[in-house]
Nanobody, 119 residues
């Protein structure tokens, strides 16, 4: 199975920065895309950012211009650089990977990491 390990969450003041990391386990699969979703109290889980195999990216409207997603050269680890953080960014952030294993597509989710932004 695909396993995702997240790190980098924490407490930060408004206007500050954090960087999240997500590492996918190595196996006989193809990573089609990796990214992040988040879920704030009382709200639905929403897309934050995704990066595809060819390097293309997309972002949720609320984070455009503030967050940047990237990957390492092995393409099994992704990073989310979060700048100009706002209290509205407070949420649990979940790493996500869309993979193909033995011809079967599947989606994996990490356990989540808490990001708290204080005013």
């Amino acid at each position: 199975q695909v396993q995702l390990v997240e790190s980098g969450g924490g407490l930060v003041q408004a206007g500050g920065s954090l960087r999240l990391s997500c590492a996918a386990s190595r196996s006989a699969y193809t990573i089609n895309a990796m990214g992040w979703h988040r879920q704030a109290p009382g709200k639905q889980r929403e897309l934050v950012a995704r990066i595809f195999g060819g390097g293309h990216t997309d972002y949720g409207d609320s984070v455009k211009g503030r967050f940047t997603i990237s990957r390492d050269n092995a393409e099994n680890t992704v990073y989310l650089q979060m700048n100009s953080l706002e209290p509205e960014d407070t949420a649990v952030y979940y790493c996500n990977a869309d993979v193909t294993t033995w011809g079967i597509p599947r989606t994996a989710w990490g356990q989540g990491t808490q990001v708290t932004v204080s005013s």
